[in-house]
């Protein structure tokens, strides 16, 4: 994979930035596969939802750990230190993997880790929040669903907040999204096909069938659920470290002044991000409403702020199924390449993201073609559909 902290260079690289300018984007069969090739090659060359769930239809016999058909995988990247001793005679096995900086923030670590990720599914339909525990999650996922809604990711690496939730349901997108992570999944279940991809991304899955994992709150179903990582870890195996998935970097964005965002999901879920410089956070403002959070169940409402927005532009496409109301069920293809903004600290830089394999992590390229990183810090990740209008401020 490509180092995210180096510039780019060499004609073959050239010649992708090239064909990611002058083409259309081609995602979806083989345009992908071919894209994925193409980048691929050059890397190598280097040297570098409604209330009812479409599918809850797998509970816990799917709480194993990752496949041993999972895709191979590449030693962690972004400050990880691989402890790469080889078995002995004695068949002792090899000391785990460790990371030196957080892989959701870029943060360097007081110490070397061998931790992992824990992954959340929190339901985000007006009906489930407000949800709890997320202002802790060091990276969150956005992603639409069916209905005009929108589900969230939330990950932690070092922090351990008190409650996370309400919990929710796997969707197709989580085994791309997430496979460079490789966490602890938690989630309420799922449609079969969806919890065999995960599994062979390299995600381990925690759901309804792991014995004290969940517990209920005053809410009603099915928004009642809810964990602690504490709960969570014990329940987890082991497994390998994280790529560092998202190219972070210790110098300044280097974009240019944009106040705000709006990404006009639909009307369920438009959403604004505003920078306050005071905080030098953008706060979270959802249908014209401050988004607010419990930082605990029962405590007070909170604002949700975060260091950096990164709207990340995908082909949607059907998952290949209805929910229980008959909507279909859309995924999006964040393999290959589309458009990306990066906003931080009152500044945007945009450009294009590229990824050349479902292991691998992204790397990102400004208008002009050069490699540029994002700086360390909490992130809110929004995979929009490439047919809607993204306006800056």
């Known amino acids: 994979m490509v180092d995210e902290q180096s510039p780019s260079g060499g004609s073959g690289f050239s010649g992708l930035i090239e064909t990611v300018k002058k083409r259309p984007v081609l995602f979806g069969g083989l345009g992908v596969l071919v894209l994925a090739a193409i980048v691929a090659i050059v890397v190598v060359a280097m040297g570098g939802g409604s209330d009812d769930e479409p599918g809850d239809d797998v509970a816990a016999d799917a709480t194993t750990s990752t496949t041993a058909g999972a895709p191979a995988v590449a030693p962690p990247t972004g400050g990880a230190t691989a402890q790469d001793t080889l078995p002995g005679d004695d068949d002792t096995p090899a000391p785990a993997l460790e990371v030196d900086r957080n892989p959701l923030t870029g943060a360097p670590l007081s110490a070397a880790s061998a931790d992992r990720v824990v992954a959340v599914k929190v339901d985000n339909a007006p009906e489930a929040?407000?949800?709890?525990?997320?202002?802790?999650?060091?990276?969150?996922?956005?992603?639409?669903?069916?209905?005009?809604?929108?589900?969230?990711?939330?990950?932690?690496?070092?922090?351990?907040?008190?409650v996370i939730g309400p919990i929710r349901s796997v969707r197709p997108i989580d085994a791309d999204l997430l496979s460079p992570w490789r966490p602890f999944l938690v989630t309420t279940g799922g449609q079969s096909f969806v919890y065999r991809e995960i599994l062979a991304a390299?995600?381990?899955?925690?759901?309804?069938?792991?014995?004290?994992?969940?517990?209920?709150?005053?809410?009603?179903?099915?928004?009642?659920?809810?964990a602690t990582i504490p709960l969570i870890e014990a329940e987890a195996g082991q497994g390998a470290p994280p790529v560092a998935a998202l190219p972070f970097g210790d110098e300044e964005l280097g974009g240019t002044a944009a106040a705000s965002v709006a990404i006009p999901f639909s009307g369920v879920a438009d959403v604004v991000w505003e920078y306050d410089s005071a905080t030098d956070q953008y706060a979270r403002i959802v249908n014209g409403e401050p988004y607010q959070i419990f930082p605990e169940y029962d405590a007070e409402l909170t604002d949700f702020g975060t260091d950096t927005v990164i709207v990340m532009k995908a082909a949607q496409r059907s998952a290949?199924?209805?929910?229980?109301?008959?909507?279909?069920?859309?995924?999006?293809?964040v393999i290959g390449f589309g458009d990306v903004l990066v906003f931080h600290g009152g500044e945007v830089r945009?450009?294009?993201?590229?990824?050349a394999a479902q292991s691998d992590g992204w790397f990102f390229l400004d208008d002009s073609g050069a490699q540029f990183t994002i700086p360390i810090g909490s992130v809110w990740l929004e995979i929009v559909p490439r047919f809607v209008d993204v306006t800056v401020r």
């Open 129 to 162: 929040g407000p949800a709890i525990g997320i202002q802790d999650a060091e990276l969150i996922i956005e992603a639409p669903v069916e209905g005009g809604l929108t589900r969230l990711t939330a990950m932690f690496f070092e922090n351990e907040p008190t």
């Open 320 to 333: 290949g199924y209805t929910d229980a109301a008959g909507m279909d069920v859309p995924t999006f293809d």
């Open 202 to 226: 390299g995600v381990e899955i925690l759901d309804e069938g792991t014995d004290g994992l969940f517990q209920q709150i005053e809410r009603r179903q099915p928004y009642h659920l809810v």
């Open 350 to 355: 945009t450009g294009q993201w590229l990824r």
